[in-house]
């Protein structure tokens, strides 16, 4: 195309995906789809109502343009890309060698709870599909009810998450009563499979009452530890006493009475353990090897403490608020660096059979000495249930992608990577895997849910703000169960966190929950 001056010229280009065994069939026809302007032009009106929908149910307006710019655009904006493409990790390695994962798409469903509780709903009966009646889970599913069984002890409780959030955000407690198949060919309502996890957690302890390491946990390179007599998960009991708690108080709400004794009863039992087996004198131990051997101690030469360990003590609430905050301040001493807290230290420097591919990885790389980027929102949150504003938020900039100059950082500014190399690596602060990482849907809902505290109970939305002293005032828009809440914080006295008065609609409630307003619009303004 030749263009005199000044002249213009519209340039149509199409680029698309068609199944391969319809493009013969359907490639003239979709092409002609898009050959006038003003059909495009249709489309991509389509296309910004549809993000700019998806994007007005959490929107936040502080004095930092850069919270602003990442919480209210690309960090669900990532979210929800997750979701959609399903966070498929064999499809970005390896093509179609593993499928979903049962894990990753679980967490990527409180990323659209919020705006889309049809999605939310599908994809959870969509996971239903893949667990045995016993509770055991497709570690990754190809296709409907197909998949494989890896014995990695956190899969199944990863469901737990997602229905609750979905209910808690909803207020349909009727998908509860809802049947759906399980993969063994048996039938059962949504409930049923929610007690066929617990069926699975108990099943699946050690005599000491920690879950059985398998093959894995969330960290996969930890896939050697277990060794034929199995091993034991440190975090994993952690995630397990979270999780139960999480039904516990779901059973509570709905009344089931009898149920919920045994839950509490075994959540019990793991939770002693922890507290009486795993304490390694200022954090906590990550797991135990063949013959008890301690990983993520500091009688430990390589891998001396890790990060989830420690998060998820304070999110269980594991043991005493003295071990919690030493939990933590261990946590930001040994892990934190100018890239952000790294998933374990020192890296390993040598392979070690009896640990696993983490050891294989290079120092600083990866689950080996990185600053893994998935954890660090429950960092946040830890810090956020520990009242400790100026560290949580210290956190949460710190992770920010834009931070790092980017010829340093090789990845895209606007996206959470799966991991940076850390100051152990030759070449530290170098992104790698963007897009795909569960970090978003995660950094998503922490930063609305507990750095700015707006987020959903079972009877409305709590406010429970846990902010850096220097917010003296910022406003949160959040849609709830069809109302669009408008509610502006003053922090006057530069407070990190805690709540004097609420006023809803010019009328002063009691309490920190603001009820279902059942209305379009509903306006709040908080003290603190």
């Not at 200022?282 to 360990?309: H, P, Q």
């Not at 504003?389 to 990845?411: C, H, Q, W």
């Not at 004097?500 to 009691?510: M, T």
């Amino acid at each position: 195309i030749s263009l005199e001056p000044g002249e213009t010229a519209d340039i149509i280009f199409s680029l698309g995906v068609i199944p391969k065994t319809e493009f013969e069939k359907t490639k003239k026809e979709t092409l002609a789809k898009f050959r006038l302007k003003n059909e495009i032009e249709s489309e991509l009106s389509n296309i910004k109502e549809g993000w700019n929908n998806f994007l007005s149910n959490t929107q936040i307006e502080t004095t930092d343009s850069q919270v602003n710019t990442f919480m209210n655009y690309w960090i669900p904006y990532q979210a929800k890309v997750a979701f959609d493409i399903g966070r498929v990790a064999s499809f970005y390695y390896w093509g179609l060698g593993r499928g979903f994962g049962f894990r990753d798409t679980s967490q990527d469903t409180i990323a659209i709870t919020i705006a889309d509780k049809i999605k939310a709903k599908d994809r959870i009966l969509l996971l239903s599909r893949q667990m045995q009646s016993d509770g055991k889970v497709f570690h990754h599913f190809f296709n409907d009810g197909q998949g494989e069984f890896t014995k990695h002890c956190d899969d199944p409780l990863w469901y737990i998450l997602a229905v609750n959030d979905y209910i808690k955000e909803s207020g349909d407690f009727s998908i509860l009563n809802e049947n759906t198949n399980f993969s063994d060919g048996k039938t059962g309502t949504v409930l049923e499979h929610l007690l066929a996890v617990v069926n699975f957690a108990e099943n699946n302890l050690t005599e000491r009452n920690l879950p059985i390491f398998g093959r894995g946990d969330w960290n996969d390179t930890l896939d050697y530890i277990g060794g034929k007599k199995g091993g034991e998960s440190v975090w994993g009991a952690m995630f397990y006493v979270a999780m139960l708690t999480q039904l516990i108080n779901l059973l509570q709400h709905i009344n089931e009475k009898v149920t919920v004794k045994n839950v509490i009863l075994l959540r019990d039992r793991i939770k002693k353990s922890i507290d009486d087996l795993c304490w390694d004198g200022k954090w906590f131990l990550r797991a135990f090897g063949e013959d008890n051997v301690k990983i993520g101690s500091n009688e430990c030469e390589s891998g001396k403490i890790f990060i989830n360990a420690q998060s998820w003590a304070v999110i269980g609430n594991i043991s005493s608020e003295e071990r919690l905050i030493s939990a933590m301040d261990s946590l930001k001493e040994n892990l934190d660096s100018k890239y952000g807290p790294k998933i374990c230290a020192p890296a390993f420097t040598g392979i070690n059979k009896k640990i696993g591919l983490i050891t294989r990885c290079v120092k600083g790389k990866k689950e080996n000495g990185a600053v893994f980027c998935h954890p660090v929102p429950w960092v946040i949150q830890a810090e956020c249930m520990l009242r400790r504003g100026n560290m949580a938020f210290e956190y949460f900039k710190k992770l920010l992608p834009d931070r790092i100059d980017s010829d340093t950082f090789v990845a895209e500014p606007y996206v959470f990577s799966q991991y940076i190399t850390s100051d152990e690596h030759d070449y530290p602060g170098r992104a790698s895997h963007s897009w795909q990482t569960g970090t978003a849907a995660w950094m998503y809902r922490v930063s609305y849910d507990y750095i700015a505290g707006v987020r959903a109970t079972y009877e409305g939305l709590l406010i429970d703000p846990v902010i850096p002293s220097n917010w003296l005032k910022f406003t949160v828009h959040r849609k709830f169960r069809d109302t669009l809440y408008h509610i502006t914080f003053n922090n006057p006295s530069g407070s990190q966190y805690g709540v004097k008065r609420i006023i809803v609609d010019d009328v002063e409630i009691e309490g920190s929950t603001l009820p279902v307003a059942r209305k379009a619009e509903c306006f709040v303004t908080v003290w603190m």
